[in-house]
């Protein structure tokens, strides 16, 4: 068997194999013959995409908390897909035909759906490829895809009912707009960069014959707004100031000119505008700014629309405008104020400015017509579902930031101006009347339209996010009909049990799918099921620094360059490639080069894996840094080798059956002990998703206690000739069994290390399985706890460690055996020693042990201290003489440079009579401790020289 464990421990050459024996065998498939059941729901990365750090940190928690439950006996079932990315997937192959000089537009909708659903096929699955790479233990046999035939059903059968409730409505509002794409855009789209801009201040002249409220004449006065888009002032509906704000009282309701154009427009009072911010009175654009919009409905303003959808002015604008670039439109808007002597002047400013995440471009709030959903009768259950416990929230936190977002909802604009998504099931006639149902079939029966009627489909797709909120069910093969209560796989899973997430899109996809499942399915008695019960967030992964990971910036990680090695060149490759900007490209590849000179590292799925446990805490932002993923691989290496010892002394040996507990020495007794209270902290940390906890526990553990303590304290026994047969037979079990036992816990975290251990050690204890991942998880046995073994062990821990940090200090070395004298030693110490002073003597290398008087003389010797008790080793015939009192010279010599410096102070006057009482005070008492060590030096110097 030992030649089966290699002696060198290499990640790439076991984890591949190992995914490979799972899937093969169906080891990741839920059973249903258990009582209780445990399902996540994978959140479905796009289908365009490649694992980012994001992925690998939330996958590592999924698929500790699935094998975790497995393990537990549990019917579980990890429910896996991917999202079609509206999108980024249509950007993707409108760039492929791009290079071959054909546009979408060329082919037509339904040729380049099927340029589509090519890609799809060809690459589509690199990102479940990846997940795979990670040892995620998904159901691969269920996975899904949210444009598959049955999700897509799922989608129009909850179109259409919101629909026919009244849910569901066509509007014209504004919108995020990408005038390159020409599509709506969800917040979640649309990245707002701190950019340098500039403040343009504007006069608005009151229209003549005007007198203030005073009586005071209004003529050749203005009123004076500053704005970032001087080109929709274009579209300005009025101007306005704060409501409490009395410097414009003698104003309100006046006209004002709207510059370059021959409209005038009201001055109004409202909350909105902020006094203390330029003037305090804010032109209003309703059709060009949400905040503006709302201002706009309250007073009932003119909404003029100045753009088309690819962001040029419109015939709304004036002639000299019309067909300009809203970019160039500023510039000419600019040099006309300042000519027509409007602009006052133009400032630096520091602001925020939206722009598409996927096309670059900024992005203009814009009033066009689009799907919505009524939110507000969807929200109340929802906010019910989490006070009333049904779904919670860890951390505990992140209840008060979904409740703020829900009790302040808007309507959801659902619509998006792509062709690559779930087509709207809608239809209009010739006169604009719209029909809603599931087909153009369903339309005309439902409508009792006639055949010859002309009907054409709604453009648009719905947004993606749509589809999402509905995956719970929509994967679980929910159909909205009675046959959903034979679905056995329905329900068992749902709800289903946890959903791990980022705290970012809580609302976007969180919130969503609370409301639609909660408004959709129901259980056998007509009570509506929520989509999970436990709601787990955890930050944001960022660099080692803190820094948030931009392509930009080159410090973007990719978890599978982590796992298996790349070098240099391949890395670049991989930041560069694609139809990114020439610039940006090369930035990439300066920051990748300084980063990684070298490349980067094999570290093998396990190491990355624990590091993102580790780092799961409640905080939300995660610090990854490579350091950690090192140490973690030297964890790997650690129970690597350990094995190797533990199969050397147990193979082919005879092994205990356990039942002789009598032969048990402290070191099993105590290490079996620490198993316990390990297996209890884990349990307890992974109920409460703290797998940092877990991590912590496991690792302190392994290395800590049986690594480090345990093997070493069996050494001796297992290489003693004259020790008893029994025993040793005993000692083999106990390090057999712990191991085991420590590879159950370690096995949701650590899956492949564990696996190929497990599989080489269980059948020597007699254990039955082909998988670990089907073992039981380890339970803790109370009985098993033995407090006094472990406060002896403490004790042996903690005197082994004071003679080896005396040998550090006098460099005695590691092999040479001391005589040792133990002074002021307790009763209870006393006790204990008789316990560990065998241990103790052998594994620190102790030639004879003594105990002295407190009153006693003792020669010159080193100590350590343990609470009141020392620990003395006598230094003659140990130490060089003269060595060691040139050591001691020099010791001296400083703590008189020390004291001398605070003598000096103490001596000065003005410091005495100026400095705080207590900083006096303080000086004196370094002095005079100062002044002990010197003592206990000339002492030990005096001593020295009469050796």
């Known amino acids: 068997?030992?030649?089966?464990?290699?002696?060198?421990?290499?990640?790439?050459?076991?984890?591949?194999?190992?995914?490979?024996?799972?899937?093969?065998?169906?080891?990741?498939?839920?059973?249903?013959?258990?009582?209780?059941?445990?399902?996540?729901?994978?959140?479905?990365?796009?289908?365009?995409?490649?694992?980012?750090?994001?992925?690998?940190?939330?996958?590592?928690?999924?698929?500790?908390?699935?094998?975790?439950?497995?393990?537990?006996?549990?019917?579980?079932?990890?429910?896996?897909?991917?999202?079609?990315?509206?999108?980024?997937?249509?950007?993707?192959?409108?760039?492929?035909?791009?290079?071959?000089?054909?546009?979408?537009?060329?082919?037509?909708?339904?040729?380049?759906?099927?340029?589509?659903?090519?890609?799809?096929?060809?690459?589509?699955?690199?990102?479940?490829?990846?997940?795979?790479?990670?040892?995620?233990?998904?159901?691969?046999?269920?996975?899904?895809?949210?444009?598959?035939?049955?999700?897509?059903?799922?989608?129009?059968?909850?179109f259409v009912r919101l629909h026919e409730e009244g849910l569901i409505y066509r509007g014209k509002r504004l919108v995020n707009w990408d005038p390159k794409l020409q599509t709506a855009l969800s917040d979640l789209e649309v990245e707002n960069r701190d950019e340098k801009g500039f403040m343009y201040h504007v006069r608005y002249p009151f229209v003549a014959g005007q007198t203030d409220s005073h009586g005071n004449s209004l003529d050749g006065q203005f009123m004076h707004i500053a704005t970032t888009r001087p080109e929709t002032i274009l579209a300005d509906g009025c101007l306005a100031v704060h409501t409490d704000d009395e410097r414009y009282t003698a104003v309100i309701g006046k006209m004002v000119h709207v510059p370059m154009t021959d409209r005038v427009i009201p001055v109004v009072t409202d909350p909105y505008p902020d006094p203390e911010f330029g003037t305090g009175c804010v032109k209003i654009t309703p059709a060009h700014?949400?905040?503006?919009?709302?201002?706009?409905?309250?007073?009932?303003?003119?909404?003029?629309?100045?753009?088309?959808?690819?962001?040029?002015?419109?015939?709304?604008?004036?002639?000299?405008?019309?067909?300009?670039?809203?970019?160039?439109?500023?510039?000419?808007?600019?040099?006309?104020?300042?000519?027509?002597?409007?602009?006052?002047?133009?400032?630096?400013?520091?602001?925020?400015?939206?722009?598409?995440?996927?096309?670059g471009v900024v992005v203009e709030p814009l009033l066009t017509d689009q799907w919505y959903i009524k939110i507000a009768p969807l929200a109340e259950p929802a906010i019910a579902a989490v006070q009333n416990g049904d779904i919670k929230f860890v951390p505990e936190q992140y209840t008060n930031m979904y409740m703020a977002w829900m009790r302040d909802i808007q309507d959801w604009c659902i619509s998006r101006q792509l062709w690559w998504g779930h087509r709207i099931p809608a239809w209009y006639d010739e006169a604009g009347n719209i029909y809603v149902a599931r087909d153009e079939d369903e339309v005309r029966q439902k409508y009792n339209l006639p055949a010859d009627m002309a009907?054409?489909?709604?453009?648009?797709?719905?947004?993606?996010?749509?589809?999402?909120?509905?995956?719970?069910?929509s994967t679980l093969d929910w159909t909205g009909t009675p046959a959903d209560f034979d679905n056995e796989i329905l329900q068992k899973f749902h709800p289903t049990s946890v959903l791990v997430t980022g705290f970012d899109i809580i609302f976007f996809w969180v919130a969503r799918m609370i409301m639609m499942t909660l408004h959709f399915v129901k259980d056998k008695d007509g009570k509506p099921q929520v989509p999970f019960h436990t709601v787990y967030v955890h930050g944001l992964v960022r660099d080692g620094e803190g820094q948030k990971m931009s392509k930009s910036k080159g410090n973007v990680l990719d978890p599978l360059d982590l796992i298996d090695s790349i070098d240099l060149e391949s890395l670049v490759a991989k930041r560069t490639t694609g139809l990114m900007n020439p610039k940006d490209a090369a930035k990439i590849e300066k920051a990748t080069r300084k980063e990684f000179p070298e490349g980067i590292a094999?570290?093998?799925?396990?190491?990355?894996?624990?590091?993102?446990?580790?780092?799961?805490?409640?905080?939300?932002?995660?610090?990854?840094?490579?350091?950690?993923?090192?140490?973690?691989?030297?964890?790997?290496?650690?129970?690597?080798?350990?094995?190797?010892?533990?199969?050397?002394?147990?193979?082919?040996?005879?092994?205990?059956?356990?039942?002789?507990?009598?032969?048990?020495?402290?070191?099993?007794?105590?290490?079996?002990?620490?198993?316990?209270?390990?297996?209890?902290?884990?349990?307890?940390?992974?109920?409460?998703?703290?797998?940092?906890?877990?991590?912590?526990?496991?690792?302190?553990?392994?290395?800590?206690?049986?690594?480090?303590?345990?093997?070493?304290?069996?050494?001796?026994?297992?290489?003693?000739?004259?020790?008893?047969?029994?025993?040793?037979?005993?000692?083999?079990?106990?390090?057999?069994?712990?191991?085991?036992?420590?590879?159950?816990?370690?096995?949701?975290?650590?899956?492949?290390?564990?696996?190929?251990?497990?599989?080489?050690?269980?059948?020597?204890?007699?254990?039955?399985?082909?998988?670990?991942?089907?073992?039981?998880?380890?339970?803790?046995?109370?009985?098993r706890i033995n407090e006094q073994a472990e406060q002896d062990m403490a004790w042996l821990q903690s005197l082994i460690g004071a003679v080896r940090n005396i040998r550090g200090e006098m460099g005695l070395g590691n092999a040479r055996l001391l005589p040792v004298l133990l002074q002021g030693i307790s009763d209870e110490q006393r006790a204990s020693l008789e316990r560990i002073a065998e241990q103790f003597k052998t594994l620190a290398k102790v030639e004879s042990l003594t105990i002295v008087g407190d009153g006693d003389e003792v020669p010159l010797s080193s100590q350590s201290m343990i609470g009141s008790l020392k620990v003395l080793v006598p230094m003659k015939g140990l130490i060089d003489p003269t060595a060691e009192l040139g050591r001691l010279q020099k010791v001296r010599d400083k703590l008189q440079t020390q004291a001398d410096s605070i003598a000096k102070k103490l001596a000065n006057e003005g410091f005495v009579a100026k400095a705080p009482a207590a900083v006096v005070e303080g000086e004196k008492a370094k002095l005079a401790e100062l002044t002990e060590q010197i003592a206990q030096t000339d002492k030990q110097m005096g001593e020295l020289s009469s050796l």
Request: glycine share 6%.
């Open 289 to 359: 700014d949400f905040n503006d919009y709302e201002v706009g409905k309250r007073h009932d303003i003119e909404i003029i629309n100045l753009m088309n959808l690819d962001a040029t002015l419109n015939d709304n604008a004036p002639e000299r405008y019309r067909g300009l670039d809203r970019f160039d439109a500023r510039k000419k808007i600019i040099e006309d104020l300042d000519e027509h002597g409007f602009l006052e002047k133009i400032e630096p400013h520091e602001l925020k400015r939206p722009y598409g995440d996927r096309s």
């Open 455 to 473: 009907l054409r489909q709604d453009e648009d797709v719905l947004d993606t996010w749509f589809s999402s909120a509905l995956w719970t069910f």
């Open 602 to 783: 094999a570290y093998g799925t396990d190491a990355v894996r624990f590091t993102f446990c580790a780092l799961a805490n409640t905080g939300r932002d995660i610090k990854f840094d490579l350091k950690r993923v090192e140490g973690y691989r030297n964890f790997c290496n650690k129970i690597w080798n350990a094995t190797r010892f533990v199969l050397m002394n147990c193979e082919n040996q005879p092994i205990g059956s356990q039942a002789r507990q009598d032969l048990w020495g402290l070191p099993e007794q105590w290490i079996v002990s620490r198993l316990q209270k390990c297996e209890q902290a884990v349990a307890t940390a992974f109920e409460t998703y703290r797998l940092d906890l877990a991590a912590q526990a496991i690792y302190d553990f392994i290395w800590n206690e049986y690594c480090d303590w345990y093997v070493e304290l069996v050494k001796p026994v297992l290489n003693d000739k004259n020790a008893a047969d029994e025993h040793k037979a005993e000692i083999r079990r106990v390090l057999l069994a712990t191991l085991e036992t420590a590879l159950r816990l370690a096995h949701p975290l650590m899956p492949f290390i564990t696996e190929e251990i497990w599989q080489t050690i269980a059948p020597m204890l007699g254990i039955k399985g082909e998988t670990i991942m089907l073992a039981e998880y380890p339970v803790v046995n109370a009985e």
């Open 1 to 158: 068997m030992l030649n089966h464990i290699s002696a060198v421990y290499n990640p790439s050459s076991i984890e591949r194999r190992l995914y490979q024996y799972w899937e093969n065998n169906g080891y990741f498939r839920p059973t249903l013959d258990k009582s209780q059941s445990f399902s996540i729901a994978l959140p479905p990365p796009n289908v365009t995409g490649s694992l980012h750090m994001g992925h690998g940190f939330n996958n590592a928690i999924m698929d500790a908390l699935t094998r975790y439950h497995r393990m537990k006996g549990y019917n579980t079932l990890w429910q896996p897909g991917t999202d079609h990315a509206g999108i980024a997937t249509q950007m993707v192959v409108e760039r492929q035909l791009g290079l071959q000089g054909v546009s979408r537009h060329d082919l037509g909708r339904e040729k380049f759906l099927e340029k589509v659903w090519q890609w799809k096929a060809e690459s589509g699955g690199n990102i479940t490829r990846q997940i795979r790479r990670l040892g995620s233990s998904v159901d691969w046999s269920r996975e899904r895809f949210t444009m598959d035939e049955n999700l897509s059903k799922v989608v129009k059968e909850v």
